[in-house]
């Protein structure tokens, strides 16, 4: 009896043993919030590829908490990263010469300057990039890769008016209209009125062109009636073509004129910048000759005025002087450029004659220490005007 139980519990035994499976269990440690610093090494299961929130630094700089897709590599997971992407990130993609995608349009970041590691455990996304690759830091307008043409659209300003006087019993109207265009990077536009004023009926149509930007060369093309710019000469009407810089497309503290303040440090030394008796900027400077910037001033917002500079050396010296500000008419920041030109037909309203064909050309350059070099010329085969000179920032003198 004792030896038929332990037969069956033997044989007991032997079915469950081939009955016994073992269950491969597979756990995202990625998901786990484990402090900063702690090691999830311990977990032998690697992560899986699909969509997770990470925290996105670039240079340890924080950018974004967003949702990316993680596809599988060879032995680690990248990050789907699009053009877009690394444009917000603040990377200057024309940088990246020869910068390829896959299928999904993310960037081949193996084949690019730009470096990634993936912490699964604190879920953070960390991009190191070359200084040579990022984009100035400008928050004045929008990176151009990223400009569009928008939408195609119609669009339509309409004014009307009536008057009716008592006493010659008559009636006047009035109308006009504002249609535009918008199709691909072209905007037609056109201003059109009519009036009938004591029985007497008119239209007119004040203006009709077209135009379009290239934002490669910061510049806008136009087509039909518009007005020559007033840089050097008088604006006139015309009916032709103009090519002329698009400021628009141009950062305002890149156009606009402002100060340089130079100086030498004997030591190591503090530079603080007054207006007004109010500090508007100070920083740290090694020994030797420094520059605070333009884009340093135009970020302070300063007006026209005296700007007193203080060096605080650290053997106990102090240097004051000051940087007189004023912006002259044609002045623009070293380096920069503005240019416009137009070739057509004068165009005035009721005329007698035949529209002379004129050609007007400008050209303003900024030059270092405040001046700016400027040129021009307007023919028509009656007349011709010159303008040729240049103009300087003379501060409390001008």
């Known amino acids: 009896m004792k030896k038929t139980t332990i037969t069956l ?4 035994s032997v079915f469950h043993s081939g009955n016994v499976f073992s269950r491969q269990y597979n756990f995202d440690y990625g998901s786990l919030s484990l402090p900063p610093g702690e090691n999830a090494s311990f977990l032998s299961v690697e992560t899986l590829p699909g969509n997770y929130v990470v925290d996105v630094y670039l240079n340890n700089q924080l950018k974004e908490t967003t949702e990316l897709y993680f596809k599988s590599m060879t032995q680690t997971l990248e990050p789907c990263l699009t053009k877009e992407k690394l444009i917000k990130y603040g990377i200057a993609i024309q940088e990246l010469h020869g910068l390829q995608f896959d ?3 993310c960037v081949l970041l193996e084949h690019s300057p730009l470096k990634y590691t993936y912490n699964a455990a604190n879920q953070s996304l960390l991009l190191n990039a070359p200084s040579k690759i990022l984009s100035p830091i400008d928050s004045e307008i929008a990176d151009e890769n990223i400009w569009d043409d928008g939408i195609n659209a119609f669009l339509l300003n309409y004014r009307a008016n009536y008057l009716h006087s008592k006493v010659g019993g008559e009636d006047s109207y009035f109308g006009q209209i504002q249609p535009g265009f918008n199709f691909g990077p072209w905007r037609l536009r056109n201003l059109s009125s009519w009036q009938n004023l004591s029985s007497e009926k008119k239209f007119e149509s004040a203006y009709i062109y077209a135009e379009r930007g290239l934002k490669k060369i910061k510049s806008k093309l136009t087509v039909g009636d518009k007005y020559t710019s007033a840089d050097l000469f008088d604006s006139v009407p015309f009916r032709g073509f103009s090519l002329n810089k698009d400021e628009s497309m141009i950062p305002f503290s890149q156009r606009t004129y402002y100060p340089t303040i130079r100086g030498i440090a004997k030591t190591n030394a503090t530079v603080e910048v007054r207006q007004n008796g109010y500090l508007i900027y100070s920083t740290s400077v090694p020994p030797g000759q420094f520059e605070i910037g333009r884009e340093q001033i135009a970020d302070l917002g300063v007006g026209v005025g005296v700007l007193d500079v203080s060096i605080y050396e650290k053997n106990g010296q102090v240097q004051n002087y000051t940087v007189p500000y004023s912006t002259p008419v044609l002045s623009l ?6 240019y ?4 057509g037909r004068y165009r005035e309203v009721n005329n007698d004659y035949i529209d002379p064909v004129f050609f007007e050309g400008t050209y303003i350059y900024g030059l270092p220490y405040g001046f700016t070099l400027f040129g021009g010329v307007q023919w028509v ?3 011709n005007s010159y303008a040729i000179g240049a103009s300087k920032d003379i501060g409390e003198y001008g």
Do not use: R
Not at 333 to 338: A, E, R, T
């Open 9 to 12: 519990f033997v044989l007991t």
């Open 103 to 105: 299928n999904e349009q």
């Open 333 to 338: 920041p070293d380096g920069y450029s503005k």
């Open 340 to 343: 416009s030109v137009t070739i």
């Open 381 to 383: 085969n009656i007349y």
